[in-house]
Structures are given as structure tokens and as C-alpha cells.
């Protein structure tokens, strides 16, 4: 079991993606493996690779990771936790959409995946999120989740596992966005805050209003701890085309804080999409991957994860995830090095 999981994360390290590469990828490095593995049974081959990947149990291999995730220096502190899911598309079967969605909970500031759980529909996130926010550890974090985690049982997780909950509301809680319209509309705005950014031939500029007047709220007490209301307007202009595009959007939280501190972690929670599930399918192909079978998808998805917080971690490169990918294919002693053999 230890030769073909660490075989399988070092081949992930240097650029294999699905089980023939890393079939090819131990049988040429056989000799340097029998250094720091015993492979008393040989290499195995691409269906041994398969074979257990898909048998081997879920909850086991979770359990695993979560507690390397905890070896990790400076993971209890609070921290931003933004909960999302990612459709794996090139999973599907008989022309059928796929039915590979996995939730993910990423630190953002660590940049690191805590956990995650697959659900077979879109709909499904919302039981499937407590289960997740119950396998792993949010005390004094703030969660971030979008509007399909907008509920209240969600919101009493949170705070009964002594969390605080930033939460997008949208047309899905009709009433409660009602609520908010009404709020921005009709009471005194507590703070704005204004921010300007530039690059890439755009100009962005985002406003924060917050109110923590909550009379409008018609049913805020099944909202357990609701504090703030908080509206971000953004405008962007595109220089190349002078098209101008305008966004409205309303969260709602539990923490007493500042537009500054709510412009921030909105903004935040979007590098659980840039900076894990793009990395993913840019760097990694798991949008592309065609395994479907048994535990195969959710167990190769962890691998992968864990491979990029490998990647992630290293100083002794500083060049991109995917040249450090390269250097790991024609490198031993720096796969030795990622994998702290």
C-alpha cells in the first residue's frame, strides 16, 4: 500500500496525470524508487494502480490527509475557509453529464485544501456541506460559503462549532434578499469602503456598504448570530473596448466587523477558484480525467491536492507549479526533496 501511494504522488509530482504515466513513470524509475522503497512485488501496473485506487476507502484515505493538513505550521490559527464544488466534466459516461462533484474547504491564506466530500447532483451540496464543515476544523475561522450554502442549519453549524459564517445570498432565499434590498434601501449604511484596481487592461473599482441595523430582516433569529449585512458594488472597465460591466451581490454574516474586513475576505474567498480548482484543471488536467470508477475520482482528486500543496510549500524553486512539475521529472533528489524522504 505505501509503494503504490507514494509511487503515485511522486509520479503526480512530475507531471503524470492518469495511470499509464505512472506505470511509465516507475518502471523508468525503478532503480531510484528501490532506494527508499522496498517493491518486494515489482512495479505495479496501471490496473493494480486502478484497481486500488477505486477500492480503497474513502473515509480512510480522508482521515489520512486531514491529519498531514494538521502537521501543517500555523493551520489552527483563524483563518478564511471558503467552501465551493468543482464538477470533474471529463468524468461523464454514455453522453451523460458527469456525476463526479466534489466540495471542497480551502485555507486561503495557507493555500491548502482541509477537506472534501463528493456529492452526485449540484443539489446535494447543501446536506453535503455540514458533513464536510464536521470533518474538519474551523474554530475561530471565518467560512465563507456561496449562495447554494445559504441555509440556516449551514449558519447554526458554523457557530456551534464556534465558527463565524460569511455567506452570499442570492435568489435561492427570496425573502432574505427582499430583506436586504430593503435594508440598503431604506436604513443608514454603518460604513463604505471604496477600492480601485488596474492591470490587465481593466480598471475595477468595489465598493463595501455594511449595516448592522437588522429590523428588516423578517425571521433574523433563525439566522443564529447574524450581525452584519454587507453589499458589494463592483464596475469594471475594459480600456481595450470601453465596455463597462456592473455587479451587485449581498452576504450576510455573523462577525461585527468592518467594510474593510468584509471587502477583503469576499475577495478572498475567490482564490479557492483561481488558485485551486484552475490549478487543478490547468496544471493537473482533473477536468479532462476520465476516472469514474468505484473511489477512483475522489481518491486521485486527494492525491492531486496533496501533490500541489507539495508543490505549493517548496522554496527551494521559485518558479511556477508547472515548471516545478518539470524539475521533478528530471530531478530525483528534488522529488526526494517535495516528499521529505
Known sequence: MLDIIVITIAAVLSGADD???IEEFAEIRADWLKTFLSLENGIPSHDTFNRFFSHMDLAAFEHCFQQWVDSIEGLGKSQLISIDGKTIRGAKQGGKPSSIHLISAWASEHEVVLGQLRVHEKSNEITAIPELLEAIFIENSLVSIDAMGCQTEIAKKIIDKKGDYLLAVKENQKGLHHDLLDSFRFLKT?????????GHGRVEKRKCSIVKDLSHISEVDKWKNLSTLIKIESERFHKGTGKIEQQTRYYISSKDESAEYFQRNVRSHWSIENKLHWMLDMVFHEDASRKRAGNTAQNFSMVT??????????????????TKRKRASWDGEYIKHLLKF
Not at 190 to 198: R, W
Not at 305 to 322: F, P, W
Open 19 to 21: 495511470w499509464y504515466d
Open 190 to 198: 454603518e460604513e463604505a469602503l471604496t477600492d480601485i484596481d488596474t
Open 305 to 322: 491536492k496533496i501533490a500541489l500543496k507539495m508543490l505549493k510549500m517548496d522554496t527551494l524553486s521559485k518558479r511556477s507549479i508547472k
